[in-house]
């Protein structure tokens, strides 16, 4: 596992500290990142090498670093961030991985699996054009600002026919009083569900209905947090509410 950086400075938000400590959580790991990962998953219809190169953007402190290897054997993840306070955290859960699956177990899921880290911005990323067989952008792309310049670059960096995993909050969400009052973000730049899609759809991508999902997670509902329909007072249907999240598994044309 290995650390280098790039001398690219982009305008961001910076986020709360609120917002640091909630990546570290049980919650976020296993009721945010693991179900995205498991619906993505599950919405490629294109065969994938058997140990895919992924480019991890937005890593964070590394909480996806072992669900991903779990569910797609890679031979490399790569995980870009630019808050360097994070990339120390998302190293430190590299080198765990590596600790609980040693490549010389050979009944290891992970064997061979190799976990680097570079310090980057998603709009200029520092990598290799077509070397990635996949792109994980995991609720990464509503903190960019230069969202059109970042997709070129998933597309640029992936391989034809290369999948991006893209997995966001739309403005419904991100716009609610609550997710305002704990956490930071760029409010100019936020899009319903339709428009990330329109927007991944003109950079390039290539995706049907099926590889498209619109959760509708408890904890995306910031309103009541999902409470009105536990109770059975409330039960909006799709089509008849704001989406607050959008998965899709888009396929870069070859």
Same mark, same amino acid.
């Given at each position: 596992?290995?650390?280098?950086?790039?001398?690219?400075? $982009?305008?961001?938000?910076?986020?709360?500290?609120?917002?640091?400590?909630?990546?570290?959580?049980?919650?976020?790991?296993?009721?945010?990142?693991?179900?995205? =990962?498991? *619906?993505?998953?599950?919405? =490629?219809?294109?065969?994938? $090498? *058997?140990?895919?190169?992924?480019?991890?953007?937005?890593?964070?402190?590394?909480?996806?670093?072992?669900?991903?290897?779990? &569910?797609?054997?890679?031979?490399?993840?790569?995980?870009?961030?630019?808050?360097?306070?994070?990339?120390?955290?998302?190293? +430190?859960? &590299?080198?765990?991985?590596?600790?609980?699956?040693?490549?010389?177990?050979?009944?290891?899921?992970?064997?061979?699996?190799?976990?680097?880290?570079?310090?980057?911005?998603?709009?200029?990323?520092?990598? $290799?054009?077509?070397?990635?067989?996949?792109?994980?952008?995991?609720?990464?792309?509503?903190?960019?600002?230069?969202?059109?310049?970042?997709?070129?670059?998933?597309?640029?960096?992936?391989?034809?026919?290369?999948?991006?995993?893209?997995?966001?909050?739309?403005?419904?969400?991100?716009?609610?009083?609550?997710?305002?009052?704990?956490?930071?973000?760029?409010?100019?730049?936020?899009?319903?569900?339709?428009?990330?899609? &329109?927007?991944?759809?003109?950079?390039?991508?290539?995706?049907?209905?099926?590889?498209?999902?619109?959760?509708?997670?408890?904890?995306?509902? &910031?309103?009541?947090?999902?409470?009105?329909?536990?109770?059975?007072?409330?039960?909006?249907? $799709?089509?008849?509410?704001?989406?607050? +999240?959008?998965?899709?598994?888009?396929?870069?044309?070859?």
């Amino acid at each position: 596992m290995s650390v280098s950086e790039s001398n690219c400075v $982009p305008p961001f938000v910076p986020e709360t500290a609120f917002g640091i400590w909630f990546l570290r959580t049980h919650t976020w790991e296993h009721h945010v990142l693991r179900v995205a =990962i498991n *619906d993505l998953t599950r919405l =490629i219809d294109v065969p994938l $090498p *058997d140990a895919p190169e992924i480019v991890d953007v937005g890593c964070g402190q590394g909480k996806s670093l072992r669900l991903l290897a779990e &569910a797609f054997r890679p031979r490399r993840i790569l995980g870009i961030d630019y808050h360097q306070a994070s990339l120390e955290q998302a190293a +430190l859960a &590299a080198r765990a991985c590596e600790r609980s699956f040693p490549r010389s177990h050979q009944n290891s899921p992970h064997t061979g699996t190799k976990f680097e880290l570079l310090h980057g911005d998603c709009a200029r990323l520092p990598l $290799p054009t077509a070397s990635a067989d996949i792109v994980f952008c995991h609720q990464t792309f509503h903190h960019l600002v230069e969202q059109e310049r970042a997709l070129a670059e998933f597309y640029r960096v992936l391989k034809p026919g290369g999948v991006l995993l893209f997995a966001e909050s739309t403005e419904a969400y991100i716009r609610s009083w609550v997710i305002r009052l704990l956490f930071r973000h760029p409010m100019h730049v936020q899009k319903s569900a339709e428009g990330y899609l &329109a927007m991944i759809r003109d950079a390039g991508f290539r995706f049907a209905d099926r590889n498209v999902s619109l959760p509708y997670l408890w904890w995306s509902r &910031a309103a009541d947090f999902g409470l009105f329909e536990r109770l059975g007072l409330h039960r909006p249907k $799709p089509g008849k509410r704001r989406e607050t +999240l959008v998965n899709v598994a888009a396929v870069k044309a070859t």
